[in-house]
């Protein structure tokens, strides 16, 4: 195994013949702030539910510290905190109630660490599940992921339902866990969140794995990221890609001789033009499409 904490060797499900990811292959090593992004559908909590033992594999092979997700599940289970993308309780209990049995079902007492995460996330203890809004029931279940000081931390679209002032806490408490040496695997398909916290991510499209590199390379391309206002189509156009158009402005990412671009440009009615160095998602629609 090399101590890498996950390892997904030509991964395949599927659901009878509808597809659920196919051939996926991918590591992650200790310590890292990892990324999986893709669109909803695209494979990303299909692969998770394997790797935690939920769903077993079509073919392929999927280890957790080196374990077996399957054969070995309690033994994995036991190192690892885990939020769904779609969360639910018990709802005739309390949060405590919960937080309680969470930590009882990983053996922890988590006193001391349960109250720091629930004053930082504001998360009233004494309400009733029943009661309890969907950011607060995401709340409850990062806490619940998080009270017991896990080595690898997996979060499927932790961020849906949080406010903004919320989601900045979450993520400072997964760098805070990071950096103490904890494994953060992050499956999101919201790329800023991937393009800020992550140092590695994977791109999943359509159940198949199309890019895993560091963000920064993943970044690093001859395209540029262009934006015109006029009248100007890039259709047709070599080099264009990922064309979006809105209202009297055209965004398209351009691989290509950029002189050959500027020429066809200059023979447009334009109000203005921004050509700039492509963000994640760019990147993103670019491998998607």
């Known amino acids: 195994m090399n101590g890498r904490i996950i390892e997904i060797h030509n991964l395949s499900k599927y659901y009878g013949k509808a597809r659920g990811v196919t051939d996926v292959s991918f590591e992650v090593e200790p310590g890292e702030f990892f990324g999986f992004i893709g669109p909803n559908g695209a494979g990303k909590s299909t692969t998770i539910r394997v790797l935690m033992g939920l769903i077993k594999a079509s073919s392929g092979e999927a ?29 005739n209990q309390s949060v405590e109630d919960v937080l309680k049995l969470a930590a009882r079902l990983h053996s922890s007492n988590c006193g001391p660490e349960t109250d720091s995460l629930c004053e930082r996330l504001k998360l009233d203890r004494k309400q009733q599940v029943a009661d309890l809004s969907l950011g607060n029931r995401k709340k409850l279940g990062i806490v619940a992921a998080l009270q017991h000081k896990p080595e690898l931390i997996v979060m499927d679209e932790p961020t849906s339902g949080l406010d ?19 494994t953060v695997f ?47 189509n890039p259709e047709g156009i070599k080099g264009c890609s990922n064309i979006q158009k809105n209202g009297d402005s055209v965004h398209f990412l351009y691989d290509g001789d950029i002189r050959m671009l500027l020429g066809v440009l200059s023979q447009a009615e334009l109000e203005d033009i921004s050509i700039v160095e492509p963000n994640l998602e760019d990147i993103f629609m670019h491998y998607y499409k």
């Not at 280890?63 to 779609?86: C, H, I, Q």
């Not at 993520?171 to 990071?178: A, C, P, T, V």
């Not at 590199?213 to 015109?228: C, E, F, Q």
């Open 164 to 182: 903004p002032l919320m989601q900045h806490e979450f993520f400072s408490i997964l760098k805070e866990r990071n950096a103490a040496g904890a």
């Open 63 to 91: 280890r957790l510290f080196g374990l077996d997700v399957w054969a070995d599940r309690p033994a994995t289970l036991t190192r690892l905190g885990y939020l769904p993308s779609e969360i639910n309780f018990y709802k």
């Open 186 to 232: 992050l499956s999101s398909h919201i790329l800023s969140e991937v393009q800020t916290h992550c140092r590695r991510a994977a791109i999943i499209r359509e159940g198949a794995l199309v890019a895993c590199d560091d963000v920064g390379n993943l970044l690093k391309t001859s395209a540029r990221s262009i934006t015109v206002r006029g009248v100007f």
